[in-house]
């Protein structure tokens, strides 16, 4: 059974500062993994999204790492802003579902 | 804004009553999820469609629980003699028919009294 686990659980730093956000899973058997922001009461909204075949996947500000052997990846915000506080999860696809499997999260604040 | 939406955005019922949540992906999802979140936890998948048939559903699905896609589009997930346990965020996500992107909704918020 595939088990996601994201440290930190919550992270609080000051506007401006580089971030690393782990993902961890149990079973490497990946089509790709998803990464995802939720703001308070919302719903998600997906940020990236990595293919098993890939390294990494950029998009502005954000870039996701995925070692599928290792079972990890990564998330990293450049130049953190107040308006990147919320909560990120992650989300493996197995090969043999279509489901995701999510991750209980990384709640960041970012401070002014 | 995903495109997809979901009515209600809130339910409040008390228990041992039925409650039903609707879901209106965009045209090009071929596919349909059902997620339940509760609080500080990830979401959970429950259930997902491909146009009409429903091909996975989970064990948290007990038999109180029935969803159904009847034309390919829209989606409804029923609950039936609620529970103070099924309180959650109920997510509904679309996606087209390759492994890629699920386009969240806003999710319906249940809370059983």
């Known amino acids: 059974k595939q088990e996601v686990t994201q440290i930190p659980a919550a992270l609080s730093v000051p506007e401006g500062e580089n971030l690393v956000l782990n993902c961890s899973f149990t079973d490497s058997a990946i089509y790709n993994l998803q990464w995802f922001r939720q703001d308070p009461g919302k719903g998600l909204t997906s940020l990236l999204l990595i293919q098993s075949s890939q390294r990494e996947q950029t998009s502005g500000r954000l870039n996701a790492s995925l070692d599928k052997s290792s079972g990890r990846s990564t998330l990293y915000i450049a130049a953190s802003q107040p308006g990147d506080s919320a909560t990120y999860l992650c989300?493996?696809?197995?090969?043999?579902?279509?489901?995701?499997?999510f991750g209980s999260g990384t709640r960041l604040l970012v401070r002014p | 804004d995903t495109g997809v939406s979901q009515d209600p955005r809130h339910k409040i019922t008390k228990r041992g009553q039925n409650v039903t949540f609707r879901c209106d992906p965009i045209?090009?999802?071929?596919?349909l999820y059902w997620y339940r979140q509760t609080l500080g936890q990830g979401p959970e998948f429950l259930t997902y469609?491909?146009?009409?048939?429903?091909?996975?559903k989970s064990r948290l699905l007990s038999d109180r629980f029935s969803a159904e896609r009847p034309k390919g589009s829209f989606s409804t997930l029923e609950i039936q003699r609620t529970e103070q346990g099924d309180s959650a965020m109920y997510l509904c996500a679309g996606a087209g028919n390759l492994r890629e992107t699920q386009y969240f909704g806003p999710g319906t918020r249940l809370l059983v009294l």
């Open positions: 989300a493996p696809n197995p090969d043999s579902s279509y489901k995701l499997i």
């Open positions: 045209s090009e999802h071929n596919r």
């Open positions: 469609f491909q146009n009409e048939a429903q091909l996975e």
